[in-house]
């Protein structure tokens, strides 16, 4: 009943507020296959641009792919990594939509080389 009466005020049933003083992540999702495309589209079209000072960062193997989603929502929704190294030394967070365990295996070798690379170097 309160989620009923929650949501007929406009409020989100089920919801909490952001916690004070929490700042936004900066979120990227690796692979744009059939269906990373539209998880990675969901996911930047619904954050809201206050909450999410920063575009989602995006990768796949063919550049193609992050082309097309930056151009169906534009570049202030959408960022292109130039590298999956890029991708996972600038964003908090790495969304993965990836095509068998071989290619999840070799992605998260390559992020936990270029972040063991980063932390040589702070």
């Known amino acids: 009943m309160a989620?009923?009466?929650?949501?007929?005020?406009?409020?989100?049933?089920?919801?909490?507020?952001?916690?004070?003083?929490?700042?936004?992540?900066?979120?990227?999702?690796y692979g744009l296959g059939a269906m990373g495309y539209f998880m990675a589209r969901n996911l930047a079209?619904?954050?809201?641009?206050?909450?999410?000072?920063?575009?989602?960062?995006?990768?796949?193997?063919?550049?193609?792919?992050?082309?097309?989603?930056?151009?169906?929502?534009?570049?202030?929704?959408?960022?292109?990594?130039?590298?999956?190294?890029?991708l996972v030394q600038e964003c908090d967070i790495v969304f993965t939509s990836l095509a068998s365990d071989a290619v999840v295996k070799s992605v998260y070798e390559q992020f936990a080389a270029a972040l063991k690379v980063r932390e040589t170097f702070q």
């Open 3 to 29: 989620h009923l009466q929650a949501a007929a005020h406009g409020a989100v049933p089920f919801s909490r507020p952001a916690t004070p003083g929490h700042a936004a992540h900066h979120l990227g999702f």
């Open 45 to 86: 079209k619904t954050r809201s641009t206050q909450a999410a000072p920063s575009p989602l960062m995006v990768y796949n193997r063919s550049a193609g792919k992050c082309e097309q989603l930056q151009k169906e929502l534009g570049a202030d929704k959408i960022q292109i990594a130039q590298s999956p190294e890029q």
